[in-house]
C-alpha cells in the first residue's frame, strides 16, 4: 500500500519544479501550466469520497489495484504528450484522470491497512504510513529535480515501475476480498464531485481571477450550495455515499476539525517554504528541497510517538501535544523568516514538523476507527475530501496574504528610493506576483526584477521574506484554532473495531 499511494503523494509537488521546461517545451500559456498542477488537485478533491465508498462496495483490494492502473496509465499518457496545439489539452486531460485514479486508490489503500491491523496496534500502524507517505511529499521536488536534468517526462514516467511494485506486492499479499452488496449513490457522487469542484476551482483560481471577481465568489458559493444539496439528499436515501450519522460522534467531529486546520498549514508549506527558500535564500530547486527535509526530521521522529500515544492514550493528548508544538513551531519559524538564515530556523523547522508528525497520524486513525459498520474506505474518503478542501482554502488565502503584503512593502522600497507611486504600485504588483506565483527567483517573470539595481534586489529579497512571515504566521494561528478543537475532544478510545454490516 505504501508503494502504491507513494505516487499521490510525489505527484502533488513533482509537477511543479518540472513546469518551466514543460513550459518551454509544449509552448504553454501560463495559465496552461498552472492548470495542469491544478487539474490533478482538482480531480483528487471532486472523487475522494466516490473513492472511499467504492472501495467498501466493490472491495477494498480491487479498487486499489483499479485506481493504480488508472493512475499508471495516465502517467505514461501525460510523459508522452506530443508536441503540437492539442499539448496543452492533453496534459490537463490526463492529469486530471491522474488525480481520479489517485481518488480511488488512495482511501482503498488505506482501508487495507485499517483493515489489517488490530485497533490496538493500528495508531502505530498508520503512523508508519503517514510517517513514510507523508515524507514522500517533500521528495516530489527534489526527485523531479534530479529527473528534469534527463527530460521532463521522466517526472511522469517513474511512476510506471514503482506501480508495476506495488501491483505485484498486493497480489503477493493474498490480501482477502472484501465488499459488500449495496447500491452506489450515483446521484450524491455527482452532488459531491460537481460541489468539491466548483468550490475548489474557485479557490484556486482566487489569485487569477481576484477575489473581488463574481466567477470566484459564483464557483465558491455555488459549491457550497450544490454540497448543501448533497448533505440533503443523503439524509433520505437508504444507502448514502456518506453515512451523515458518523458526525453524531463528537470525537470523530473533533478529529476532522483538527485535520481541517492542521492542513491549512501542512500542505501550504510545501510550496510556500519552496518559494521562500528560492526567492529569499537564494536556493536552487534542489536546495529547496532539501530545506523541507529538515521539516520532516520532526515529523518522521513525532508521527511515531503520536502513533503510540494513539494507542496507549487515546487521541486526545496527542492532538493537544501535536497543535500546541505545531503553533509555537510554526509562529517561532515565521519570526526568523526576516534573518534570511537557514540556521537561525532549522530548530523551528523541526519543532513545527513534530507539531504536525504528532497529530495526522492519530486524528486520522481515530476518525476511522469510528466508521460506522465498518465503512473504512468510506470514512477514510470522508478524512481526505476535507483535508484536501482544507489545504485548497489554505494555499489561496495565503497566497493572497503572500502577494497583497509582500506588494505593499516592495511599494514602500520603491517609493524609498524615489519612484513615484503609481510606477510603484505596477512595479511591485508585478514582481510580487512573479515571486510568488512562480518561485522562480527575482529574474524570472516579467522582467521588473532583473533591471533593479543589486541594492533594490535586496530589499526586494527581504521584502519577500516579511511576505512569507505573515503567511507562516497565519499558518501558526491555524494551528492555534487545531488547538482549541483538539480540546472539543471527549478523550474516549475505541478499544475495538465497529462490527461488520
Known sequence: MLFAVSMTFIDQTIVSIAAPDITDELRLSSSGIQWVVNAYLLSLAAFFALGGRLADIVGHRRVMLIGTLVFVIASALCGAVPRGDFAQTWLILFRAVQGFGAALMFPAALAVVVMVFPVERRGRALALFFGLSGGLTAIG??????????????????????????????????????????????????????????????????????????????????????????????LRTRHPLITLRVFADRAFVADNAVLFFAMMAFVPVFFFASVYAQVALGSSPNEAGLYLLVFFIGFGVASQLGGRILDTRGAKPALRLGTALGAVGFGLWAH??????????????????????????????????????????????????????????????????????????????????????????????????????????PQTGNGAPSQATQEVMDAVRRDFAEGNQMVFYGMAAALVVAFVCAHLHPGTRVTQAPPDA
Open 141 to 234: 521536488p527534489i526527485l523531479g529535480g534530479w529527473l528534469t536534468t534527463w527530460t521532463w517526462r521522466a517526472i511522469f514516467w517513474v511512476n510506471v515501475p514503482i506501480a508495476v511494485i506495488a501491483i505485484v506486492l498486493t497480489l503477493l499479499a493474498h490480501i482477502p476480498g472484501d465488499g459488500r452488496r449495496e447500491a452506489l449513490d450515483w446521484r450524491g457522487a455527482i452532488l459531491i464531485a460537481a460541489g468539491m469542484g466548483l468550490s475548489v476551482l474557485g479557490l484556486q483560481q482566487a489569485s487569477a481571477w481576484g477575489w473581488d471577481s463574481a466567477a470566484t465568489w459564483g464557483c465558491i458559493v455555488g459549491g457550497l450550495l450544490v454540497l448543501g444539496l448533497f448533505i440533503r439528499l443523503e
Open 336 to 441: 526568523k523568516l526576516t534573518d534570511l538564515s537557514l540556521s537561525a530556523q532549522w530548530p523551528y523547522i523541526v519543532l513545527a514538523g513534530a507539531g504536525i508528525g504528532f497529530l495526522l497520524a492519530p486524528a486520522s486513525t481515530d476518525a476511522v476507527n469510528r466508521a460506522i459498520n465498518a465503512s473504512y474506505g468510506e470514512v477514510t474518503g470522508i478524512t481526505q475530501t476535507i483535508r484536501n478542501y482544507a489545504a485548497s482554502l489554505g494555499l489561496a488565502v495565503l497566497g493572497t496574504v503572500l502577494t497583497t503584503v509582500t506588494t505593499d512593502r516592495i511599494v514602500a522600497s520603491l517609493e524609498d528610493r524615489g519612484l513615484s507611486a503609481g510606477t510603484a504600485h505596477r512595479m511591485a504588483r508585478g514582481i510580487a506576483e512573479s515571486l510568488s506565483g512562480q518561485g522562480g527567483g
